[in-house]
């Protein structure tokens, strides 16, 4: 027995450790997945009884964001602390394990209320360094309306430090993002417990998308496992302020940055507008992205990278709405339909 006095709520997919110390109140949400463990990203290795010791055990270890424990076989109670999550890497399936990754985190009994006053996770990442990426409720300025948001609080290569509040995942091989969608012009949210689950390949619109203000954007976009990033400088009250009145907003990213995204990535030589609200003759429309043509001009362009696409030229019409789109001539890397699953984050 861990020398603290604990409670442990299971309930759906959560697991819940509330400790109780002579330092205070500590309080960790768990995300469980049974049948999964995370490769690759072990700290240290240690034994516990039971689910609840061993994500105790990653509680009061500096580092540790998840856990594999054994449940059966061969060095059962085995407890493998990770510096990392399954949202950032790949888990691999095993009866044999439970993985759980810390949620959202608590670290006095003060600390929610002041964590309910911010309005985005870079106020709180600034606040407090050592936050964890997970669940947290951000508050919009000059309102008493609170709206739950994940974090992500460490660093993404390509857009820089931890703070970024996610908005969106988008899969570009479905049409729930395609560019008449009502989800880029309302204030409603969507699937919005895939959206807290972080960084996994599950759609989704959170309360951010028109609640969060924001300097700068952090996108990915993720083809056969491989997730690469961005970052776009751009400032703005939300991003449904920037998106849904479907205005052209330019942005200063540049094609290297936006071919970068997908590996192979093809586009054509000339026009290279990016920008909100691409909208040209209704051969392509994108809510947020790069297009190209093989003329100077962009009246009839034929190529695009972005996030909701619908495309309509070259005699086609294919159904990706996030990813990689070039059917005609003249493209730097031959022929493209590259459908990626798409993040949108802020800060």
């Known amino acids: 027995m861990f020398p603290v006095t604990k409670m442990l709520f299971v309930l759906l997919q959560f697991l819940f450790v509330f400790i109780r110390s002579g330092l205070g109140v500590k309080q960790t949400f768990f995300h469980r997945k049974a049948g999964q463990y995370l490769p690759d990203s072990v700290i240290t290795t240690k034994y516990a009884e039971c689910e609840l010791e061993c994500s105790w055990l990653c509680t009061i270890h ?67 360094g050592s936050l964890q990426s997970g669940i947290y409720q951000l508050q919009s300025k000059g309102s008493s309306q609170k709206y739950p948001v994940y974090c992500h609080m460490t660093e993404i290569p390509g857009c820089g430090p931890g703070g970024w509040t996610l908005v969106m995942k988008t899969n570009g091989d479905l049409s729930t993002f395609t560019y008449d969608s009502p989800l880029w012009t309302n204030k ?32 990915g976009m993720t083809v056969n496992g491989d997730r690469k990033w961005m970052m776009l400088d751009y400032e703005a009250s939300s991003l449904y302020n920037v998106i849904a009145d479907g205005e052209y907003r330019k942005t200063t990213a540049g094609r290297v940055a936006w071919k970068y995204l997908i590996a192979g990535s093809s586009l054509q030589l ?11 003759s209704k051969r392509i429309t994108i809510r947020l992205g790069y297009m190209a043509n093989n003329h100077e001009n962009c009246d009839r362009s034929d190529s695009c990278i972005g996030f909701g696409i619908f495309f309509d030229t070259c005699q086609q019409t294919p159904q990706i709405t996030c990813g990689n789109i070039a059917l005609c001539s003249n493209n730097d890397n031959g022929h493209k339909l590259t459908a990626a699953f798409g993040y949108i984050l802020v800060q």
């Open 270 to 280: 000339y026009c290279n507008e990016e920008g909100f609200g691409i909208f040209y």
């Open 62 to 128: 500096k580092g540790c964001l998840s856990v594999n424990y054994k449940v059966s076989g061969l060095n059962q109670g085995l407890c493998q602390l990770n510096n990392n999550t399954i949202s950032e890497k790949v888990g691999v399936t095993d009866d044999h394990f439970v993985y759980l990754a810390i949620a959202v985190w608590s670290q006095s009994k003060t600390k929610p209320q002041e964590i309910a006053s911010k309005s985005s996770c870079k106020e709180l990442f600034d606040n407090d």
């Open 188 to 219: 409603e949210s969507y699937a919005v417990e895939d959206g807290l689950e972080g960084l996994t390949e599950k759609e989704s619109k959170l309360a951010s998308y028109w609640n969060t203000p924001f300097k700068k954007l952090c996108l």
